[in-house]
């Protein structure tokens, strides 16, 4: 009987980096995370994976999102 060699699991794309919203703590999240999130909860299209911050309690953006949040324009 053979025994299977222990290998690492495919990454599933580049990380991404998330800050959080309140307190601006960043963190890198793993692409086999994000495409785990995606697979089980595909959320709101077109909005990204978010995550509660560990240090507050703020919501965690990728950081690209937080800036064209910012950038918008505010409709009133």
């Known amino acids: 009987?053979?025994?299977k060699a222990d290998r690492e699991p495919k990454a599933t794309g580049p990380s991404c980096v998330?800050?959080?919203e309140i307190c601006a703590a960043q963190e890198e999240i793993p692409g086999?995370?994000?495409?785990?999130?995606?697979?089980m909860d595909p959320g709101e299209p077109g909005s990204?994976?978010?995550?509660?911050?560990?240090q507050?309690?703020?919501i965690m953006y990728p950081v690209?999102?937080?800036?064209?949040?910012?950038?918008?324009?505010?409709?009133?």
């Open 1 to 3: 009987m053979h025994r």
């Open 18 to 20: 998330y800050a959080c």
């Open 32 to 39: 086999e995370v994000l495409h785990y999130f995606d697979e």
């Open 48 to 54: 990204p994976a978010t995550f509660q911050c560990r």
């Open 56 to 58: 507050c309690p703020g």
């Open 64 to 76: 690209s999102w937080l800036r064209a949040k910012r950038a918008a324009p505010q409709v009133r």
